[in-house]
């Protein structure tokens, strides 16, 4: 059985989409599909480091990962959510802090479980 939330794409049908995806050993699937706006707020919304960037932001703002190769399997899934939990929510609006709620929901079952998350642009 898969699962579909396209409610951060809907209205945005034609341009371009992140795929969040948990997939699951026995080859179920939850995909969350958000238009790349409200995704770009958020990663634009991770400081980095004092080293610089690192996790998910590294391969955003390199414009690596899943921008050369999709679907591509999210590494330091662990490091991911650190990232998104750190970010000051005040810089978000409404919908930006739902979907990076929603975000940090899949990304954290999947920890639990053990499941691959992955990502694709779409």
Excluded: C, H
């Excluded at 699951?24 to 980095?48: H, Y």
């Excluded at 990962?65 to 990232?83: D, M």
């Excluded at 998104?84 to 899949?106: F, Q, T, Y």
């Amino acid at each position: 059985m898969n699962n579909l939330v396209d409610k951060y794409y809907a209205g945005y049908e034609g341009e371009p989409e992140i795929q969040i995806i948990n997939k699951s050993a026995n080859n179920q699937k939850i995909v969350l599909r958000i238009w790349t706006g409200f995704f770009d707020n958020i990663m634009t919304a991770i400081e980095p480091q004092s080293t610089g960037w690192t996790s998910l932001a590294y391969y955003y703002n390199l414009d690596i990962g899943w921008y050369e190769e999709s679907p591509w399997k999210i590494q330091n899934l662990g490091e991911a959510i650190q990232q998104l939990e750190g970010i000051d929510r005040s810089k978000l609006n409404k919908i930006d802090k739902e979907v990076l709620e929603e975000m940090l929901r899949v990304f954290k079952k999947a920890i639990y479980i053990g499941d691959d998350m992955l990502i694709s642009y779409e």
